[in-house]
């Protein structure tokens, strides 16, 4: 019998749906297969899903030998979330005793899962890997006990309170910095359960089935007063040291994309940011105490402001912090080349870049602020200094045509970047600029409100979801076939050993590929008719008038 003076134990479970490091397609197909029960008009998630998953099976059917079979057979260490850190942290901070999982463990080792569950009275569920609800209600609904109470946090709960009430299984669904609430939230358990207040700038707004617990925001935009998170108790918890550690310096962003929510997460809208002197002391101590040697800056825009990017990278240099470290930039940034050999200097790997489009039409339309020069200048620097280079490109946004993406093809073939990724437009978050009334009648959108997808229905002047699918399979293929740039999907999980002399030798392999299997690209285009078929039908349903124009 538990201790009258013994907290009970919390619960962190953390991750997404799926992760490039599946080791079972059989789990893989099972998670699908529940969130498919769970979706609705989810035909444009099928195809990119069948997009995307396209090169990785040719990829899996391929034979590897050299350094290339060394690359793809390479264990990368399994670290935990920046999430689970922090939480694990403020959990500790608050002396209530804590267990980790992912959610991966609910089909990887249920047994375990079920252990870890019945012997705990509180589950804080992250969703900020997850997408929408068809992924994250069956988790919840796996995790749910008789005897525990289940707290909701994350991104995805910034993206819902607005246009969603709750779930009978959730408790409380938690808004904004877990800096502000996790307190709070202690609190409410050493009440047994009978006392929620807000933090002092917050609120709460009781729902019919689930308490909306909201942080509110801090008065000052500098960060230096949040916590370090301290890896030392990921470390204990998991019994190894992590030479490979993730960071967070800033919240929100200034610029104003407008397909992007980012500037508007933590349910807030104004861009704060940690000092240079914090990141530098806090990168010394990970590096000098805990060994670390590599740090993912997971900002949405880690080189603004550019003056403390600069005071940053001095810092490091002077102090000797010798950690490889990656971050997401701007191209406009990076167009500097005196700013990308600093960053060099100071011990970058590799950029992350929003590049969405080599037309400058397109660039103008979504708000970037940023030219195609800048952008191919930007890429020229990083190549000419030995950083590593992925660039994520959105097809189908307002606006797009077969001959934009002529300009954004032509664009790669000249800037060939070391990596890519391809998105397609998305009007899965309400609450981005794009989706504001003026804008909507100026590109003629429609779109489906479905919480239920990551990829709900949509059609504008120039483009139907029906078509999209089409054009990222056919930009995506033609990026391999003519060796321009990596797909980030495939060579992504060990990108950390990646070297620039190793790109041409994966150029080849790739383009290999699509080359090469020619009797399954059979099957791919069969099974893509079929789903181009059930998308169209789904679409009139929803869009009836007008589909036929766009075909």
Not at 11 to 19: A, D, E, K, N, Q
Not at 222 to 246: G, S
Not at 471 to 495: D, P, T
Not at 505 to 511: K, S
Request: glycine fraction near 4%; charge should be positive.
């Amino acid at each position: 019998m538990k201790k009258k003076t013994e907290l009970p134990k919390v619960l962190i479970v953390t991750g997404g749906l799926l992760s490039a490091g599946e080791k079972s397609m059989w789990n893989a197909l099972k998670k699908q297969i529940k969130q498919v029960r769970a979706a609705k008009s989810h035909w444009l998630e099928v195809k990119i899903k069948l997009v995307t998953a396209e090169l990785l099976v040719y990829d899996k059917l391929k034979k590897k030998n050299g350094k290339l079979k060394e690359y793809f057979q390479k264990e990368p260490q399994a670290i935990p979330e920046l999430t689970e850190v922090v939480l694990a942290d403020l959990i500790s901070r608050e002396g209530i005793p804590f267990e980790c999982m992912n959610y991966d463990l609910l089909y990887s080792n249920p047994k375990k899962a079920d252990q870890l569950l019945n012997n705990t009275e509180v589950v804080l569920a992250s969703s900020t890997l997850l997408h929408d609800l068809s992924e994250l209600l069956p988790l919840i609904s796996m995790l749910k006990r008789d005897h525990n109470k289940i707290i909701l946090g994350g991104a995805l709960c910034g993206s819902l309170y607005n246009h969603w009430k709750g779930d009978p299984l959730i408790d409380i669904m938690a808004v904004g910095y877990g800096e502000f609430l996790i307190p709070k939230i202690a609190d409410w358990i050493k009440s047994s359960y009978k006392e929620i207040h807000p933090p002092e700038q917050g609120r709460i707004i009781e729902n019919k089935h689930t308490l909306f617990l909201f942080s509110g925001v801090p008065e000052s935009r500098d960060l230096d007063f949040l916590p370090t998170p301290d890896w030392r108790v990921a470390e204990a918890y998991h019994q190894q040291n992590f030479e490979h550690i993730y960071y967070e310096s800033v919240r929100g962003c200034p610029y104003r994309c407008s397909f992007c929510n980012y500037p508007f997460l933590f349910d807030d809208k104004k861009f704060r940011t940690k000092s240079a002197e914090k990141i530098a002391a806090d990168w010394k101590f990970y590096f000098e105490e805990l060994g670390v040697k590599y740090i993912t800056c997971l900002d949405s825009l880690f080189t603004m402001p550019k003056k403390r990017l600069v005071e940053l990278c001095n810092l490091l240099i002077a102090q000797k912090t010798e950690v490889k470290w990656i971050c997401y930039a701007r191209a406009d940034d990076l167009a500097d080349e005196s700013v990308v050999e600093l960053m060099k200097m100071a011990g970058v790997a590799q950029v992350q870049i929003g590049l969405e489009s080599g037309n400058q039409h397109m660039l103008d339309q979504m708000n970037k602020r940023c030219t195609v020069e800048q952008n191919l200048q930007a890429i020229r620097n990083c190549r000419k200094h030995g950083v590593t280079t992925l660039v994520s490109l959105i097809v189908g946004y307002p606006g797009e045509t077969e001959e934009t993406l002529k300009d954004t093809l032509e664009f790669m073939r000249e800037a060939r970047p070391d990596f890519h990724f391809l998105a397609t437009f998305s009007v899965r978050i309400e609450d981005v600029p794009m989706f504001k009334e003026h804008n909507r009648k100026r590109f003629g959108l429609e779109k489906m409100d479905n919480p239920y997808s990551f990829a709900p229905y949509w059609r504008h002047d120039t483009m139907s979801c029906s078509q999209v699918g089409k054009h990222v399979r056919e930009l995506g293929m033609q990026l391999c076939k003519e060796r321009i740039s990596l797909e980030g999907s495939l060579f992504y999980q060990n990108i950390l050993s990646y070297v620039p002399s190793q790109k041409e030798a994966f150029l080849d392999y790739q383009q290999s590929l699509v080359k090469e299997n020619v009797y399954l690209k059979k099957v791919f285009n069969w099974l893509n008719n079929k789903v181009d078929v059930k998308l169209l039908k789904d679409i009139k349903k929803v869009f009836p008038a007008k589909e036929t124009q766009l075909q």
